[in-house]
């Protein structure tokens, strides 16, 4: 058995990264996750682990360094949230392009604009749906817990590296503030050894030269590497869907949720089953991948989906895609960095299906 | 024909060879226009990369503009970054590999507008690279639009009827910035219109790469350069107009070495 602390979600994550031989982080401060980066600094990786850090000028700059490390075989990552994401987007998208493995978190608080601090899941639509320029997808993993957002950490690059795609840590600022008990891996050694047929190191003699780009001028050859991309984004769709069902055994209704909201209505499947009512909880862990599947089996056999989310409904619009009309999919969510209560959601649970 | 049977390594004989390709340059034709000057500088990078003999430690990061194809034309691991972000991604390289050889290639867009930032903190924090800055005071690649180094009343295809200061602003001496920052270790502008001045850039370009062996900040070169199809000139005339109005209000010369602020010449009292 590891470690075991109490600690804040991004504290947990910034502990983690360490222990999963990440080579370097570049971020900027914003509310709700700078304690990743001034957890970073007071570990002093760099004597750890020789773990690079630096606070860049901007989060645009944060994610180019990331770019930088990433091309050289390292393994790189950022951390922000909301607004700052939306100026990665653009670094992201390039990396996607140029097939660059790294990790980002985004602690998502509530928008639009400078919006509010308080957590949210608003950036849905913007993490799973590609977010910048061009037809792309990243893997988004969705903690629901402090234990998760230390264990996604490894996970992560494990991904990150085995697609040489970014994968992107979907939290909110409950699951990064609120504090757990978390148990922690052990060290793992950073790499020492790099793929030589397509990492920046330095042109050796005994290989060719290598090139990080995202850029084809010739529209054929762009054409052709947009579907090696597709490609890769279906053997995510393949392999990495991953999920939790709680008493999904006999539900009757299904309520779908992820991060910080699956942890809220995990108490209202309780307190809904204390008055006999079958529900069950379906927490998507990837967000894309889309746990598409496992919906449509489950439509079969429950009388009614409800989605709840901290956002006006985006998540919502892939569980009706993959209830595809079969089944009733009634939606409730809160927005601006409010969260509902346990018993809030099984009224709407109760209005939409049972007082009808 | 007698010469038919005559080849060519016989013709081009080594004692009168004066000029011969770089072995760091790869076989791919130049997407330069005659008589610009980026050929002339992607020479001059890898003869010094080639002379100092540090290819396999080497990697360079193109820009956005029309050198984003530099890494087709240099022999040498590259990675080419979003536009203006190559300082950025030149300090991620940097910073995990220390001691390799780590330069950026910029235009003035890509540098001096929406690089500034990236541009300003990497010399700020002094990172051990190499800046190469070409400033031809146009956008090039998108077709002759006006740049943060365009003079003024100069024309471009967003100035037709010329930079208007008070509308536009001031052409932006960037090289003069970076040179007052603490973590710049050599600053120096030079071109590479003549032999004399292509020889100069070159002592320059061998000091900056050489610098980064001694950890102690960022070397940066700019080099004026012309842009004859974006100036709408012949390359005898874009360098004449470069000479008779880019040097004058970007005046060749070291400007900082070895960490310390050149002194000027004293201008001769009347």
Redesign the interface.
Known sequence: MGQVKLMKGNEAFAEAVIRAGC??Y?GYPITPQSEVLEYLAAQEPHKRTGM?L?Q???E???I?????????G?R?LTSSSSPGISLKQ??IS?MVG?ELPCLILNVMRGGPGLGTIGPSQADYFQATKGGGHGDYKVIVLAPSSVQEMADFAGLGFELAFKYRNPVLILSDGAIGQMMEKVELSEQQPRTTSFDQSWV??????DRE???????NLDPSKMELHNRKLQAKFAGMQENEVRYERIDCDDAEYLIVAYGSCARICQKTVKLARQKGIKVGLLRPITLFPYPTKIIQEMTGKIKGILTVELSAGQMVEDVRLAADGKVKVAFYGRMGGTTPAPNEVLGVLEQQFLNS | MENQSVSTDEIVREENLVYKKTSLMTSKALSYCPGCGHGVVHRIIAEVIDEMGIQADTIGVAPVGCSVLAYEFLDIDMQQAAHGRAPAVATGIKRCWPDKFVFTYQGDGDLAAIGTAETIHACNRGENITIIFINNGIYGMTGGQMAPTTLPGMRSSTTPYGRDIALMGNPLKITEVVATLPGTYFVARHSVHTPLNARKTKKAMRMAFENQKLKKGLSFIEIVSNCNSGWKMTPTQANKWMEDNMFPYYPMGDIKVNGEMVKKKEEPKA
């Not at chain 1, 360094?65 to 050289?72: C, E, L, R, S």
């Not at chain 1, 030269?209 to 850029?215: A, C, F, G, K, M």
């Open positions: 080579d370097a570049f690079v630096l860049a000028e901007s645009v700059a944060a180019n360094m990331v770019y930088g490390a990433a091309g050289t390292k790189a653009e670094g390039y140029a920046t190191t330095g042109k050796s003699p030269r290598n090139i990080i780009t995202s850029l």
